[in-house]
């Protein structure tokens, strides 16, 4: 199993600003994922960030608006730019899976407002 | 890519009876499908899984099922109680890649 700590858990921020999440895993491991969770909604993916490697984004999420670092194998950060209300959301950050499929583990999450 | 759907988006149940989720998916190439828990302020939690090559899992109180051929699976929640009170997501994924899909989950409410 893994263990993810997840920082902030949660925070209140003015638009236009940006806030980086940071998600430290216990172990290394080759992949992370990072999600969001609007309100009432279900996880959808953003993005899989390899060490070493860019960060590889799903359709509909840009790196100018959340650039993510993977600096190590057990740390990577995501930072939403120039936030509006419409980023308020959870995010999430995940690690699991591989060539040989187990299970996703994530952090408790960032549960983020922006007025 | 993959697209997991899940019913029914709502579901109380009286404390002891059953509480049945259910998900269908698109991708024959899925073979891992795991159950996540997400209680309210916290990251979802696996309750349980199963892969593509059993039909059936079981652990206690909880157990899925998984149809290959109609692409669908589904959570079976026997002797309810207050505390399974919870959304529950399904998900899948296929055997390259790691990416897991997501179903929209399913707000279940036990009633005392």
């Known amino acids: 199993s893994a263990v993810i700590s997840q920082k902030p858990s949660r925070d209140i921020c003015q638009r236009g600003t940006s806030l980086t999440i940071q998600c430290q895993v216990d172990s290394q491991v080759t992949m992370m994922f990072w999600y969001r969770q609007q309100p009432g909604q279900s996880l959808t993916l953003i993005a899989t960030a390899n060490q070493g490697s860019e960060a590889t984004y799903e359709s509909g999420f840009v790196i100018d608006k959340f650039p993510i670092s993977r600096p190590n194998l057990t740390f990577s950060t995501l930072t939403v730019s120039n936030m509006s209300p419409e980023d308020s959301s959870i995010y999430l950050c995940s690690v699991g899976g591989g060539w040989v499929v187990t299970e996703a583990f994530f952090g408790q999450g960032t549960r983020l407002t922006v007025v | 890519g993959e697209n997991v759907e899940q019913h029914p988006s709502t579901l109380s149940v009286q404390e002891g009876d059953s509480a049945v989720i259910k998900c269908t998916y698109s991708?024959?190439?899925?073979?891992?499908f795991p159950w996540y828990k997400q209680e309210l302020g916290k990251g979802p939690q696996l309750i349980i899984d199963i892969r593509s090559n059993v039909g059936e899992k079981k652990d206690q109180r909880i157990a899925v099922t998984l149809n290959k051929t109609a692409k669908h699976f589904s959570l079976h929640i026997t002797e309810t109680q207050p505390e399974d009170s919870a959304v529950y997501f399904c998900a899948a994924t296929p055997v390259i890649g790691n990416q897991f899909y997501f179903g929209t989950g399913t707000s279940l409410t036990v009633i005392p």
């Open positions: 991708d024959s190439a899925s073979n891992y």
